[in-house]
T-cell receptor
């Protein structure tokens, strides 16, 4: 079983809709969690950290459920520019221990 | 300010040849990383470095060699390339040890025939 698992998608969502993805992690020792965004044939970039209390950054909301060992990303009022692959990341400590999921591909349809 | 630069961006080589992928950063970040990204596997850490002259293995180090004689450079060498090393290679840096924030280069796409 992979340490971080994501639904690969693709998720095809109309512009303006709300979309959510989950990511599960198997290692209960995982301490910190992040969402990265990767555009097609580009490098990954940090989108947001995921805090225990949940956090919001504009149209994006990230939540952590330690009991069920999953994190989620919610995108409201989706834009065409949100089309990308979203990578879920967990770590048990330092940055050398980051474990990346394989990503969920999102396409926003006009 | 280029930040982090990888070269070459694209490389085609043959099995058995030695290949070096270069990574250069202008930020003076202490930590540098090499990842490979393959379909179905996500990003996997090959090697990382906490500072000049300090390197350590990641998840998939076999077949690769790294060095870090200067803070700004972190080359990755495939000593004898194999087809299974066909991949996209990303170099990354981080300022701090455990923030989870990595800054990635644009990637080097390597094909081994």
């Amino acid at each position: 079983r992979k340490e971080v698992e994501q639904d690969p998608g693709p998720f095809n969502v109309p512009e303006g809709a709300t979309v959510a993805f989950n990511c599960t992690y198997s290692n209960s020792a995982s301490q910190s969690f992040f969402w990265y965004r990767q555009d097609c044939r580009k490098e990954p970039k940090l989108l947001m950290s995921v805090y225990s209390s949940g956090n919001e950054d504009g149209r994006f909301t990230a939540q952590l459920n330690r009991a069920s060992q999953y994190i989620s990303l919610l995108i409201r009022d989706s834009k065409l520019s949100d089309s990308a692959t979203y990578l879920c990341v967990a770590t048990r400590g330092g940055n050398e221990k980051l474990t990346f999921g394989t990503g969920t591909r999102l396409t926003i349809i006009p | 300010d280029a930040g982090i630069t990888q070269s070459p961006r694209y490389k085609i080589t043959e099995t058995g040849r030695q290949v070096t992928l270069m990574c250069h950063q202008t930020w003076s970040h202490s930590y540098m990383f090499w990842y490979r990204q393959d379909l179905g596997h996500g990003l996997r850490l090959i090697y990382y470095s906490a500072a000049a002259d300090i390197t350590d293995k990641g998840e998939v180090p076999d077949g690769y060699v790294v060095s870090r004689s200067k803070t700004e450079n972190f080359p990755l060498t495939l000593e004898s390339a194999t087809r299974s090393q066909t991949s996209v290679y990303f170099c990354a840096t981080s300022l701090l040890f455990d923030t989870g924030e990595l800054f990635f280069g644009e990637g080097s796409r390597l094909t081994v025939l």
